[in-house]
């Protein structure tokens, strides 16, 4: 009788770590082979977007008055 419950847990057992495992075993295998992950940053490329927005806002924004005055000086 022991050995039918310590063989249903070990069944369990083996199946609960399948299951979390199978669908990332490609993603550790390639790990465990020395293999790096692609980076992935998705904050850093809309922090770089919103920088190139606020550059074009700022380059489309009229001059203040003082500035062009000096500009016209010059």
């Given at each position: 009788?022991?050995?039918l419950?310590?063989a249903?847990?070990l069944?369990?057992s ?12 490609r ?18 490329q ?29």
């Amino acid at each position: 009788m022991s050995m039918l419950v310590f063989a249903g847990a070990l069944a369990l057992s083996v199946s609960v770590i399948a299951m979390a495992i199978g669908p990332q075993w490609r993603r550790i295998v390639r790990l465990a082979m020395g293999h790096g992950e692609s980076t992935y940053a998705p904050l850093h490329q809309l922090a770089l977007a919103e920088r190139r927005i606020a550059v074009r806002r700022w380059a489309s924004a009229p001059a203040p008055a003082a500035l062009r005055r000096l500009h016209e000086a010059a």
